[in-house]
């Protein structure tokens, strides 16, 4: 056996499945998932190659059927042929010349496939080919790659020459040629005497295309073990628990057929090679059979939370993304947005291209910009950076600084002049003069009584409608810009600032601060995703998350040996940096860009259009600012470059928003989505949420009759249980048979 196809096993650990013909070897090309992943990898979202079918064709698996460390080689060699065109060619020259290196391999090969021993060729995915020739037994599997490359004129991928190299199947359509000779298997006869006893139990008997409402099982099925089993499959100890309660859980949409959950749920009794003995294949046919004789109740709890998490996936879909990246920023960026990101390696770059927004709309005053449905809008931006700690989100910090340099010039002798004041004017004393009227601070420290940001906001607006800014670290350290310092009032604040609404206060004291202006309030903040949620918990639905600008930075660790290297900020990058900021200083009035109102309404439609293909409710509700935020950064930038629209900034636009929106989906997309699904009117009654309050999160029916008649309670309650669910409380759990509080109760009336 020449051919086996490489899966991941429990723990991630990768296994090798025989494929023993030409039909089956097809198949696992012809998938549909196997034909889209090839495209999206094929129109620049090269990460999802790890999406592909793996096959290996160089050596045979482990006796426990591994393919790490497998030493055995098998009786044919896969060889990686890749083309890389010289970087002194300007990227046009670069297509020519891989169109014509490419074109030419096919035939060479084909010419000489019975000196070679040709098994196997097609197109990779990328940039170059593989294919599959009889091994020279008395060669090393690096003399076989060389012999071959000597033989077609070509040289091999150096990275290939391990036997366990895997290769990244692409389609039928893409198979140039395929010998039957690279099925045959010395070993055919001893596989057929052990079918008496050994049944094979591969992908065939797992069909992993079926579907439910458009979502594959498959899907479904590892969305549940990652809800309920922390992601790992059943293993042995445990299996016929967890396969009976899957079963349970998923037989609703299976029809209640044997025969279909037969084909959906995998049997994990069988062996890493695809064998299963018959009494372990009757074990896993007997669990499944023994779910379907319990009794039906609807569909389980668990299996709508399944859903509704797959749900939340489908939305992130929607933004051009992937469950693991964002979409692909543009690869020419407008030229200020490429200054402000030349300095940091590729995985910050999206980050910082739009964290630079908050500070360069501070230095926008009085100045008003008109969307496409006529509603004036100002330089608003408030950008929340969320990644895992130690990841680099500090990145964004010296561009922001280099930008605010000349406000922070600005305000020095500013504060100096107020601190004058308040000496000879203290408030416990007669005042002798006034405050200054012309004094304007812009850049916030964090630590804030409700008097200082009222006169911060009174004085920006006195002074030329100008916004003040503030910068943390952690998003926990907006609470301190007032003396409130509370999630609420930072969510209040949120939403008064982008509609530029007026805030203050009034006092009737001789020494108080008084006064109401728009607030113009911008500011950068970071966090982790756990306290970005715990943060905004309460503010997912109210409008809040939606006025935010959410930037993120994903990069793995094991994702290339690229060290986090910063370019140098130094006097010549201030200086060409300058330029831009001038032009947005000197701006005022009404400024309109006709190219970026007809972008924002054909941004408007195809959002329209995405979310009802992907039937998500977030992703509408989530568009409609999303599309305001990313058209104003498109008239911050117009107004940096001149006044001058260009196919650069568009595509910026664009990008920028549904990257905004593939950050909200990813982090906060399912609360959002469950929260709009579960939208209820609750009828506050004391006497069943007193109650419920008694009772743990999760409790049996015999527990709540016990609390019942310790409440001196006489009547079964069974009606109170019905109400209860009919509210949206709690929800019955088939699985464990238990009661459980759901997160709209807690979330409104604060369970813990």
Known sequence: ??????????????????????????????????????????????????????????????????????????????????????????????????AERMAKVPEMVLAKKDELGLLMLERSATKGYHLVFKRRPELSQEENLKWASELLGVEFDAQAKDITRVFFTTTEAELLYLSDEIFESEESAATESESVTVLQCDSSEYDPEARYNGVLFKDIITKYWELFNSGKEPVEGDRNALTFELAVTIRSICDYSLEKMLSIIPNYWAKPDGTCPQEDLAEWRKTIENALKEPRKGMPYRLKQVLQALKSQQGVKACGGTLTAPPPMPKKLPPLLKLLTKNVPWFYKPAVANAVFPALGVHMHGVKFRYWDNVEHE?????????????????????????????????????????????????????????????????????????????????????????????????????????????????????????????????????????????????????????ARKFFYKMVNDGTLGRLDISTIIHSDDDDDEEPIQGIYDHTFAEELKPYIDRLEAANGLIECSQAKKLSREMKRENKDIA?????????????????????????????????????????????????????????????????????????????????????????????????????????????????QSRGYIVYDEVSGCYVKTEEYKRRFGSN
């Open 1 to 98: 056996m020449s051919v086996f196809e490489v899966y991941k096993g429990k723990g991630g650990v990768k296994y090798m499945r025989p494929v023993p013909s030409r039909e089956e070897y097809l198949k696992s090309r012809n998938t549909k998932r196997q034909q889209q992943t090839l495209k999206a990898v094929r129109s620049g979202e090269e990460k999802l190659k790890a999406d592909l079918v793996q096959m290996n064709y160089s050596c045979l698996p482990n006796e426990d059927g591994t393919l790490k460390g497998s030493k055995r080689m098998s009786t044919s060699v896969g060889m990686d042929i890749d083309f890389k065109a010289p970087k002194e060619l300007s990227e046009e020259e670069q297509q020519v010349w891989l």
């Open 379 to 531: 330089a608003t931006f408030m950008n929340v950076l969320i990644g895992r700690q130690s990841i680099g989100k500090g990145t964004i910090k010296k561009p922001i600084e280099y930008i605010m340099e000349d406000i922070k010039q600005r305000d020095l002798p500013n504060r100096q002049r107020e601190a004058d004041w308040k000496q000879k004017n203290p408030s416990s004393k007669q005042k002798k003069d006034p405050r200054p009227t012309d004094i304007c601070i812009q850049m916030l420290i964090d630590n804030l009584t409700d008097a200082v940001f009222n006169q911060r906001i009174v004085d920006a607006n006195n002074n030329g409608e100008r916004f003040i800014y503030t910068i943390v670290d952690e998003i926990e350290g907006l609470k301190k810009v007032t003396s409130r310092g509370t999630v609420d009032e930072v969510g209040l604040l949120i939403r008064k600032a982008y509609d530029n609404s007026n805030a203050g206060q009034e006092r009737v004291g001789s020494d108080s601060v008084s006064g109401i202006a728009p607030l113009r309030w911008n500011f950068n903040a970071s966090t982790t995703p756990p306290n």
């Open 612 to 724: 009802g293909l992907y039937d998500s409710d977030a992703y509408r509700i989530l568009s409609y600012r999303a599309n305001v935020i990313a058209w104003l950064k498109g008239m911050v930038l117009y107004v940096a470059h001149g006044y001058k629209w260009s196919k650069e900034i568009a595509d910026f636009v664009r990008w920028t928003q549904q990257y905004n929106l593939w950050c909200k989906m990813l982090y906060f997309g399912r609360q959002l989505e469950k929260e709009m699904r579960e939208e209820i009117e609750i009828q506050r009654q004391s006497g069943p949420q007193n109650l419920l309050e008694l009772l743990p999160d999760e409790f049996t029916k015999p527990q709540y009759y016990q609390m019942r008649q310790q409440q001196g309670k006489t009547s079964d309650g069974d009606s109170t249980l019905r109400q209860w």
